[in-house]
């Protein structure tokens, strides 16, 4: 099989489920008991959330479990508001977040709250000056992702961030880095970002972990689970220590050699755009910048068909991570493209793993799909 689609979730590398293992098998400790097995697995999970928060460059009693990123982004939102009850109702967020945002906010837009998403320009990016002329005096929360899961475009959080404290905003700042954390520069801590949400499937960890960095302007944040008091009492139940020891394993091992990881994804990235773009009748999509995500459309070849052909050759990319029967991605939607553009496009997501004969694998698949069949009309 030739795996190129780690945006949409990663394989777990040996070391880390043999971490797991011995967490499920030895180390099964409740952290909250009291004799030693359970007082070594709570010693254990505060090493385990030093390393994550490390590679965060946060301090670690900023970082909360939870069970996924979906899970870390409506906390985040539900914090947010709570805490600017009494400020407005008016949530900024863009067009193109993960469905993980848009609809906690759609669900909100029905109980009497005010939502503006900033449409992304063709090129899939967002400006600073764009969030400069939604923000109102009422805006409770500003929602922005770091690197968008479809077109690996780089959002500007830390300049949001800034102009935030320039104008003095009570708005509170929420970045959804999924596919931001480990891959692109990101330091919720420095940058002023109030709250970061992160998912360990997405670097190598297993599904079923998450975290939510909360910075110091959360004051009291509201807890996402009341109950056994568990995560300083804001996100109760009793710690995934297997998950969480796999997704401090997942980060130890992205840290080994990083920035030669990070330079093989991205020179394997312009390798197989500029291959792809020499087939002809082959266009980018969006300027992203992310070194592990491509967006290319084939024009005329609609991308559902393309997927399901290449998967059922052992080749594995995505058509854009919300293409139901046919219908653009509400991603592609944003970019405004014409009709045969749109139905093209698919996503090609690479991990440090992958190597220039994938890439050449999938490019003698795609010009074969395309020499069979013919273009939309
Ligand atoms: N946010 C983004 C940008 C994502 O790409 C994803 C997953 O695809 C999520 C949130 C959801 O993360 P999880 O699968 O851990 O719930």
Not at 4 to 20: Q, S, Y
Not at 83 to 88: A, D, P, S, Y
Not at 186 to 194: A, F, H, L, N, S
Not at 270 to 289: F, H, Q
Request: net charge neutral.
């Amino acid at each position: 099989m030739i795996y190129l689609d780690n945006a949409a979730t990663t394989p777990v590398p040996r070391a880390v489920a043999d971490a797991m293992y011995q967490v499920l098998t030895e180390q099964f400790g409740n952290p909250s008991s009291q004799y030693p097995m359970g007082v070594e697995m709570k010693a254990a999970v505060e090493r385990w959330r030093a390393v994550i928060a490390g590679a965060l460059g946060c301090k670690a009693e900023s970082l909360y479990f939870t069970s996924c990123g979906t899970e870390s982004d409506n906390w985040a939102i539900q914090a947010a508001l709570w805490q600017n009850r009494h400020k407005g109702k008016h949530i900024i967020t863009t067009a193109v977040e993960h469905s993980a945002v848009l609809e906690p906010c759609k669900w909100l837009a029905q109980q009497g709250y005010e939502i503006t998403c900033l449409k992304p320009g063709r090129d899939g990016n967002i400006t600073v000056e764009q969030v400069a002329a939604a923000l109102r005096e009422d805006t409770a929360l500003v929602s922005m992702m770091l690197v968008n899961n479809e077109t690996g475009c780089v959002f500007p959080v830390r300049e949001t961030a800034a102009l935030l404290r320039e104008k003095n905003s009570p708005a509170l700042l929420h970045c959804d880095a999924v596919q931001g954390f480990m891959k692109v520069d990101c330091d919720p801590e420095g940058w002023g970002v109030d709250m970061m949400s992160l998912s360990a499937h997405k670097l190598g960890g297993p599904k079923g972990i998450g975290a939510l960095y909360i910075g110091g302007r959360m004051r009291n944040p509201r807890p996402l689970l009341p109950g056994g008091g568990q995560e300083r009492g804001l996100r109760s139940g009793t710690e995934a220590t297997a998950q969480i020891a796999g997704f401090a394993k997942a980060v130890e091992l992205r840290q080994e050699h990083y920035e030669e990881k990070l330079a093989h994804m991205a020179a394997l990235k312009e390798y197989c755009r500029a291959k792809l773009l020499d087939m002809g009748g082959v266009v980018p999509v969006g300027s992203g910048t992310a070194p592990h995500i491509l967006a290319v459309s084939l024009v005329g070849y609609p991308s559902a068909n393309i997927v399901t052909e290449l998967g059922a050759q052992g080749i594995c990319i995505s058509a854009g991570s919300a293409c139901h029967q046919g219908k653009a991605s509400h991603v592609v939607s944003a970019l405004g493209l014409d009709k045969k553009t749109a139905a093209g496009v698919i996503r090609i997501s690479f991990s440090p793993d992958n190597t220039n004969e994938d890439v050449d694998a999938l490019c003698v698949a795609l010009k074969a799909h395309r020499d069979s069949r013919f273009p939309m009309l």
